[in-house]
């Protein structure tokens, strides 16, 4: 009874750190990136441990919550109710020209809980952010015809998150299924202001903010091939192309005063997804794996306009090794060490530059006494865009931070 109390109390505290972190994150900015001026914005990551270098839809294990494929749910330990919460450092150097310029960003990440509900059957509920605009640009224009400068400034905050009600079904001995509920909601910030240089009050400002909230959904399976000690796993998911609710508000002030204020409701689409994998353990300490994820961007429509985006291609590799086989008594030996490098086309052409990203990853998982959890923590230095055509480019360093708690169900204490 003890257990189960412990349990109802972490659902407890997870649900309500859910709604608490939910109303927060609809004010947040995950990203001092310009090129969240683009699209839907910066997408955000949620694979293993929030590292974006490490492949994960072939990957599975009992204490892990892999909510990128909701079938590796089904592999969860049916004794543990397992409860993540992570925050990500970014460190980012922007370049453009010879300027340059750093900026610091602290945010949430992920929060988390899960467990083995039934024989084959694994559930967990999770909340993580999906796009975030944090762009600031300012420029000097001169005035075509007249002798003046203006100042023209851009700004956008906000962002869009993921409620994720996560199910994993093992249906044979070797095939596992799984399907994520999505909820979409948050709200996304435009500015455009205009002053003279040297003002101080704007002579033209257009504000425009985006309200949304919508249902979507994936799939995912996992097929597993058995030799002796060592296993070959096959991964995948789906997503079709769905439309989320928005309204549009827009007002528009020139020299005090209000000279455009509409609001207009309609939908924004989220691409079609497909993602592949292919995993390999190697007896129970090794595994390693590469992921390729397609989302078509391309064929998507906000409000009934062409986005003009293009579709993006991401290729994930890693590797994840347990150093301890049971029997470990040295700190090292106990530590379970991960690495990832990965390689991402993006989703936008900015004067017919491709934005791509590339990057990789380490880090290592350090268990907590007598099993009750696992602290993570990965590092991930990575480059966004280029220099030519007077882009920006951005150089950066990520510290991803992840604790995981283990609450055990079921077990009888003895005393002597």
């Not at 991402?344 to 990057?359: L, Q, W």
């Not at 993570?376 to 991803?400: C, H, P, W």
Request: net charge positive.
């Amino acid at each position: 009874m003890k257990s189960l109390k412990s349990v109802g109390k972490f659902c407890f505290l997870s649900v309500m750190g859910i709604i608490l972190i939910s109303s927060d994150l609809k004010a947040q900015n995950n990203t001092s990136s310009p090129y969240s001026y683009y699209g839907y914005g910066e997408l955000m990551t949620h694979d293993i441990v929030n590292s974006t270098g490490m492949a994960s839809l072939s990957y599975s294990d009992g204490s892990v919550l892999n909510i990128n494929n909701p079938a590796a749910l089904s592999q969860l330990d049916s004794l543990k109710f397992i409860f993540q919460f992570g925050m990500s450092a970014k460190f980012s150097r922007l370049k453009q020209g010879n300027d340059d310029d750093t900026f610091n960003d602290l945010n949430f990440s992920k929060l988390a809980f899960g467990f083995k509900a039934a024989p084959g059957y694994g559930v967990a509920v999770s909340l993580v952010p999906y796009t975030s605009l944090g762009y600031d640009i300012t420029n000097v224009e001169f005035i075509e015809g007249g002798t003046d400068y203006v100042v023209r400034s851009l700004k956008g905050t906000g962002g869009l998150n993921q409620l994720v009600l996560s199910n994993g079904f093992q249906l044979t001995k070797n095939l596992s299924l799984g399907v994520n509920g999505i909820y979409i909601f948050g709200n996304n910030s435009r500015d455009e202001s205009i002053l003279p240089q040297g003002g101080t009050a704007s002579t033209y400002l257009n504000t425009s903010k985006l309200i949304s909230s919508g249902l979507n959904f994936n799939v995912g399976a996992q097929y597993q091939f058995n030799f002796k000690d060592n296993s070959i796993v096959l991964g995948m998911k789906y997503q079709p192309k769905i439309g989320i609710r928005a309204k549009r508000e827009v007002e528009v002030v020139n020299l005090g005063t209000i000279s455009y204020k509409d609001t207009r409701h309609g939908r924004y689409e989220v691409p079609e997804i497909l993602g592949l994998s292919l995993g390999v353990n190697k007896g129970k300490q090794l595994w390693f794996g590469a992921d390729y994820l397609l989302e078509k961007w391309s064929e998507t429509k906000k409000f009934e306009k062409e986005n003009q985006l293009v579709d993006r291609n991401k290729f994930s590799f890693a590797t994840i090794y347990k150093a301890n086989d049971g029997y470990a008594t040295k700190f090292f030996k106990k530590l379970t060490y991960r690495f990832g490098a990965f390689y991402d086309t993006g989703y936008m052409e900015v004067r017919d530059e491709r934005i791509t990203t590339r990057g990789f990853s380490f880090g290592v998982g350090m268990p907590l006494a007598r099993g009750k959890g696992m602290i993570n923590m990965s590092f991930e230095f990575g480059q966004m865009g280029l220099t030519a055509n007077n882009l920006v480019r951005e150089d950066y360093g990520k510290i991803n931070i992840e604790l995981n708690l283990f609450e055990n169900w079921f077990i009888k204490r003895k005393y002597h």
